[in-house]
């Protein structure tokens, strides 16, 4: 795979974050990391919503994969 | 005496010198020892669904998808077989001695999900399989029976291995 969806998957399975350190976390830049959150996308639930990076704390676009509580 | 603080462990070691340094006078020496924690103790394990000792062949014609969902089946535990075509999917039948579940893609070229659940449930061993059908075009589908799970994609993970755990149980008690 595609490690970088694998790992970037992995980063948002339990928490909300934004591009920025999803990008960091996975060493890619924002313009790599983008298109493999899309990826993900096509393929589990995503959850994109507006609110705070669990990992920055800004106020921001965040990403995570829908789990069932 | 070992204890635990917010730093981490650590051990203390109380004793008499003069046992060691005969002449000394008697003092005791109290020796810190902080033990970080290791890494592996502090991280948190992550909240995923137990698929082990499941072996699940994943069939989509999509690389992003059936890579996504190995990758994940696999965090779970499972053992995952990847098809990018029914016809490999089928090939599997041949030579994999332990298959637990299906989990297929409907909308294909060459053979659709459809068509891969009537081989299952034409082949003389493996015809009670659980095969769970994935697919973006839920409508153009949900009319086709016989699938033991219908998911939409993109799949909730969660929703997908429940399904997963449910048929599996519900084969091995029948």
Same mark, same amino acid.
């Given at each position: 795979?595609?490690?970088?969806?694998?790992?970037?998957?992995?980063?948002?399975?339990?928490?909300?974050?934004?591009?920025?350190?999803?990008?960091?976390?996975?060493?890619?830049? +924002?313009?790599? %990391?983008?298109?493999?959150?899309? /990826?993900?996308?096509?393929?589990?639930?995503?959850? $994109?919503?507006?609110? /705070?990076? #669990?990992?920055?704390?800004?106020? #921001?676009?965040?990403?995570?994969?829908?789990?069932?509580? | 005496?070992? @204890?635990?603080?917010?730093?981490?462990?650590?051990?203390?070691?109380?004793? !008499?010198?003069?046992? +060691?340094?005969?002449?000394?006078?008697?003092?005791?020496?109290?020796?810190?020892?902080?033990?970080?924690?290791?890494?592996?103790?502090?991280?948190?394990?992550? !909240?995923?669904?137990?698929?082990? @000792?499941?072996?699940?062949?994943?069939?989509?014609?999509?690389?992003?998808?059936?890579?996504?969902? %190995?990758?994940?089946?696999?965090?779970?535990?499972? !053992?995952?077989?990847?098809?990018?075509?029914?016809?490999?999917?089928?090939?599997?039948?041949?030579?994999?001695?332990?298959?637990?579940?299906? +989990?297929?893609?409907? %909308?294909?070229?060459?053979?659709?999900?459809?068509?891969?659940?009537? #081989?299952? #449930?034409?082949?003389? /061993?493996?015809? /009670?399989?659980?095969?769970?059908?994935?697919?973006?075009?839920?409508?153009?589908?949900?009319? %086709?029976?016989?699938?033991?799970?219908?998911?939409?994609?993109?799949?909730?993970?969660?929703?997908?291995?429940?399904?997963?755990?449910?048929? $599996?149980?519900?084969?091995?008690?029948?």
């Amino acid at each position: 795979l595609p490690e970088h969806a694998a790992v970037i998957a992995v980063l948002i399975l339990e928490r909300p974050m934004c591009l920025e350190c999803i990008a960091s976390k996975s060493s890619l830049s +924002i313009a790599e %990391a983008e298109p493999y959150l899309q /990826r993900i996308g096509l393929g589990l639930e995503l959850l $994109v919503d507006e609110g /705070r990076c #669990r990992t920055c704390g800004e106020p #921001r676009t965040v990403f995570s994969l829908n789990r069932l509580s | 005496v070992a @204890r635990q603080s917010r730093l981490g462990s650590y051990t203390l070691i109380a004793g !008499n010198l003069s046992q +060691i340094f005969p002449g000394t006078h008697s003092l005791l020496c109290l020796l810190y020892v902080l033990t970080m924690p290791s890494r592996a103790a502090t991280t948190k394990p992550l !909240n995923l669904p137990d698929l082990s @000792r499941l072996t699940l062949l994943v069939v989509d014609d999509n690389n992003d998808s059936v890579d996504m969902l %190995a990758a994940f089946l696999r965090a779970c535990g499972a !053992n995952v077989l990847e098809a990018r075509t029914p016809f490999r999917a089928l090939g599997y039948f041949q030579t994999t001695p332990r298959l637990d579940a299906i +989990i297929t893609d409907l %909308a294909m070229p060459e053979m659709t999900g459809v068509d891969l659940l009537k #081989r299952v #449930r034409a082949h003389p /061993r493996r015809s /009670r399989l659980p095969v769970i059908a994935l697919t973006g075009y839920y409508e153009d589908y949900a009319q %086709a029976d016989g699938f033991d799970a219908f998911l939409r994609k993109p799949v909730n993970f969660d929703e997908l291995c429940s399904a997963i755990n449910r048929l $599996v149980r519900r084969r091995k008690s029948t």
